[in-house]
């Protein structure tokens, strides 16, 4: 009787349970269909409902026909008139459990679809994406539209915000706690763009592989393809074929990738690449395999920056390394990209039958001129997003084939000298990540819950971006490590955690205070004591212990104890020396900031010229460019002033030498047009 007892006690319980989450789902169901008679400003609810997940369930537009929704939310439905000749289309996800956050998600490319409102909801967010102000991805809409360009440049991300907000608050009966950003590409420079003009609309934004500096990465995208010949590059003499490209990418890695002292496929930090493409130059009476000089004059162009008519850099140079991703070839097939093509057609040209042919710098200068909707969001002054206590992360791929990954340091180092603020450290950190590609993807650890839930790997805020966010602002645990884990490579589940080297800069300011003027004087001593001159390490092993012998005898009042440590001093200064060079923490282009043509005074040792600043302003063209320096005024110039001297390669590997004023010629591009460069034809 008792059992019997019990089990009918427990029956009543589970339906009175079931009743209860019945009736739960039903005020949900309920709350979530009132929401289509919700009144906002310029805002209509096109619909409102409850979601029983996982299912698919059809979606809007263009890009995608159906969407997964992983767990029971309120979708939301909604369009905002922006003006009266505009509107962005949006939805909200408003998932059952929810923990009081709200997430704003951006886009890609030129595009206006949703993205990662599953993602954001499997994370318990609020999570709201819009359209960007028009459907597909093509950049016709923007013709003679300024205000449908002008949601895309800026104003989509923020009224998805406002408008999301308020639905939010009217759904669950209180508005959020805290409110986030997530987007990658485009989206990345929304966030970007949110952070500069509306610093009140995110406490915290993750903004990965940001396509800020807009107009001169689309004037860069475009004459990448220039240097191979496009848009018609049949018979260009220029054009690389695909098959060549997997030679290129070899010779890359056999080049730079034991740069890292790891031989694993990947190019740790690409701006130390110093890529020689004359070593896959066809020798006499070689056609296959090998590419031809003009080529080579390609390879030159495409991995430099972009220097503007008057010297001024435009954009950082393509990455060593990125063109071993398939998707690169969207560069170098020998057509116009279909974004920059758009772009110029449709958005700083007007005119549909632009065909590219006569695309050069006065083309890029002319967009970044016009600016069309302020979209160029290359500006520093986060000053009230940091007044506010906004926290800001950033990420870029060093394999990224679409945006290269020194624009990303550029934008640090932008906003350092705006700010003032030797480290950003308080409110804003970049990471950059060896081996990814574009957003993600790559023979690196590249999935760190950047978006999506499969790169969600380890749901945990050390391995994922987003959630390492929410401690940023919630606890003040700012994320010096991010754990990475790589998938569907040969190292799959591989993890790893980007710090060191890969936080950009590598320490926190007062460190680097610290150690700068030790590391100057390693970066001589390592130099100097190079495997070629091993016999003065053997000599200064036993000169610096006689020199310094006498100075500590009176310390130590023991001549022996005092040359022991005298040698022990030497050598671990040397081994001190040796890492402190090898871990430099700034790059010395962004340590020495000045002028590009640089006057070297003095040579020192091995032909190396150690100038201070411009020796290491000089190292860093050199590393750019090859043999050419880029002058901010015609060659005649600098043949006339004999205060600018030119260096060039010397006799030896990490030798430089002077080049006579008689030898200076101008630089030709691909199309026969001078640039605004010298290079030396004959070294003296």
């Known amino acids: 009787m008792l059992g019997r007892g019990l089990r009918t006690l427990l029956a009543h319980f589970l339906l009175l349970t079931a009743k209860q989450a019945v009736s739960v789902e039903n005020e949900q169901t309920d709350v979530c269909a009132a929401l289509v008679n919700l009144h906002l400003e310029n805002t209509t609810i096109l619909s409102a409902g409850h979601v029983l997940g996982p299912v698919n369930v059809p979606t809007p537009g263009s890009c995608q026909s159906q969407a997964l929704v992983s767990s ?35 886009n890609g490319g030129l595009g206006g679809y949703y993205t990662n409102l599953d993602y954001g909801t499997s994370l318990h967010f609020a999570s709201v ?57 485009t989206g990345g420079r929304q966030g970007t763009q949110e952070a500069l003009k509306f610093p009140e609309d995110f ?74 493409p004359e070593a896959i130059v066809c020798p006499a009476g070689q056609t296959t395999d090998c590419l031809t000089s003009a080529q080579i004059d390609a390879l030159h162009e495409i991995y430099q920056p ?72 290359f500006n520093g002054n986060l000053s009230s997003f940091e007044a506010r206590g906004g926290k800001f992360l950033t990420y870029h791929g060093r394999r990224d084939q679409l945006i290269a990954s020194g624009n990303s340091k550029r934008m640090y180092n932008l906003i350092s000298q705006t700010l ?16 990814m590609d574009h957003c993600s993807g790559g023979p690196g650890a590249a999935a760190f819950g950047q978006g999506g839930i499969a790169s969600n790997v380890v749901n945990a805020s050390s391995n994922n971006v ?119 923490p700034v790059h010395p282009l962004y340590k020495y900031p000045g002028p590009l043509l640089c006057k070297v005074t003095k040579l020192y040792f091995t032909g190396v010229a150690y100038g201070g600043k411009q020796h290491k302003y000089y190292h860093e063209l050199h590393r750019r460019y090859g043999d050419i320096v880029r002058v901010g005024a015609s060659c005649d110039l600098v043949k006339q002033n004999s205060s600018l001297a030119v260096l060039t390669h010397g006799p030896g590997p990490n030798e430089l030498s002077f080049c006579s004023p008689d030898f200076i010629a101008p630089v030709y591009g691909p199309n026969g047009m001078p640039k605004s460069a010298c290079k030396c034809v004959m070294v003296i």
Request: charged share 15%.
């Open 466 to 584: 987003l959630l390492a966010m929410v401690d940023w602002v919630e606890e003040g645990i700012a994320p010096d490590v991010i754990i990475g884990t790589s998938i569907g490579v040969k190292q799959a589940g591989v993890s790893s955690d980007w710090c060191g080297r890969q936080r950009f800069p590598q320490f926190r300011v007062g460190v680097i205070n610290a150690l700068r003027l030790l590391c100057k004087t390693a970066h001589i001593v390592y130099r100097w004591l190079e495997p070629r001159k091993l016999y003065l390490h053997l000599i200064l092993l036993v000169l610096a212990p006689l020199a310094l012998t006498p100075l500590l005898t009176a310390y130590f009042n023991h001549v022996l104890l005092a040359a022991i440590s005298a040698w022990v001093c030497y050598l671990a200064s040397l081994v001190a020396s040796t890492i402190l060079y090898r871990i430099s």
């Open 129 to 185: 994406a819009s359209d960007n102000g028009h459907d597909g991805n093509s950049g016709s809409v923007f013709l003679n539209h300024p205000e449908v360009l002008n949601d895309f440049a800026f104003r989509a991300i923020h009224v998805e915000a406002v408008i999301g907000k308020q639905i939010v608050e009217a759904y669950y009966g209180h508005p959020h706690s805290k409110s986030y950003y997530l987007g990658c590409s």
């Open 72 to 106: 029971s939310l309120c979708r939301v439905q909604f369009v905002i008139n922006t003006t009266s000749t505009s509107a962005v289309h949006a939805e909200a996800w408003l998932p059952d459990t929810w923990f009081g956050r709200f997430l704003g998600l951006g």
């Open 420 to 435: 003032s603020m030797p480290s950003l450290d308080s409110f804003y950190r970049l990471f950059l990540i060896p081996g």
């Open 306 to 377: 972009v220097f503007g008519t008057s010297g001024e850099l435009l954009y950082s140079r393509y990455d060593p390394g990125a063109e071993a991703d398939g998707n690169s070839q969207i560069f170098f097939s020998g057509s116009i990209l279909s974004i920059p093509d758009d772009w110029y057609k449709f958005v700083v040209l007007n005119d549909s039958n632009f065909n590219f042919e006569n695309f050069d710098l006065d083309t890029i200068e002319l967009g970044d001129r016009i600016d069309p909707g302020g979209i160029e969001t």
């Open 203 to 276: 406490d915290g934004i993750v903004a990965g592989s940001p396509a800020t500096n807009f107009n001169n990465l689309q004037g860069w995208s475009a004459i990448l393809s220039r240097f191979v010949g496009a848009p018609d590059a049949a018979g260009n003499p220029h054009f690389i074929p695909p098959d060549l490209w997997d030679i290129i990418a070899s010779e890359i890695l056999k080049q730079c990738d034991g740069l890292d002292g790891v031989e694993d496929g990947i190019i740790t930090e690409p701006d130390d690449c110093e890529f020689r």
